[in-house]
């Protein structure tokens, strides 16, 4: 199993709405990323998790709250969101440090 | 984050061309990456590079990791229609651990 799955693909919450976008890799790798990208832009870093421990957040908004719960999952729970986060949420995996990621298919988010 | 200027920005070709895009960055990076990304998906790793001056390939693909580690170069040779896409670089700076930053793109329009 060579793949990043991430769930939902689409999702449209209200700003008041609570929801949570999921991760899962059975590749072994022990380190996973969130990334945020808007259209037409670079993929931007939000956290990393290495040996599932927060190791990097990129001073992202409290809105955003990532969870590791095992080495194969990755979690991203989203409240009070703004519709200025509508983005392509992708979340990725690497063997170890400054090895190649690979990312999943990632999750389109629209906040109305 | 960190800044990495990728050029070009566009870029329309004629099928059985070939293509030349570079990265640079004012830091010194470990690692380079190369990816591709098509709309709707997640980037996919083409070429990754460990080491000063390294050369490497990937079938019409050849990328290079500068010797002043600065800066990386993709070429893709005999172009065809399914190159298509945005090509994004990825950097590692020395001592940011799991960290990678991506270059602003180069979109490429394959013209058959």
């Given at each position: 199993d060579t793949e990043v799955t991430q769930t939902p693909k689409h999702l449209v919450m209200g700003m008041t709405n609570k929801k949570s976008l999921k991760c899962e890799q059975h590749m072994g790798h022990r380190a996973m990323y969130w990334y945020k990208q808007k259209a037409k832009k670079p993929p931007e870093l939000m956290f990393v998790y290495s040996y599932e421990k927060l190791s990097i957040n990129e001073s992202v908004p409290s809105r955003f709250s990532p969870e590791c719960p095992n080495s194969s999952l990755l979690n991203l729970h989203l409240h009070a969101?703004?519709?200025?986060?509508?983005a392509l949420y992708l979340c990725a995996s690497s063997r170890e440090q400054a090895y190649g990621y690979t990312f999943g298919s990632g999750t389109r988010l629209t906040v109305v | 984050g960190q800044q990495l200027n990728q050029s070009p920005q566009s870029m329309f070709i004629q099928e059985g061309e070939d293509v030349s895009m570079n990265c640079t960055s004012s830091s010194i990076f470990n690692t380079w990456l190369w990816y591709k990304q098509d709309p709707g998906e997640g980037p996919v790793l083409l070429i990754a590079l460990y080491k000063a001056g390294e050369l490497t390939s990937n079938g019409r693909l050849t990328a290079q990791f500068g010797i002043t580690r600065k800066d990386s170069f993709l070429n893709i040779s005999a172009s065809i229609p399914s190159d298509v896409g945005i090509y994004f670089c990825a950097g590692q700076p020395l001592g940011h651990g799991n960290q990678f930053y991506f270059g602003t793109g180069t979109s490429l329009t394959v013209i058959p």
């Open positions: 969101l703004q519709p200025e986060d509508s | -």
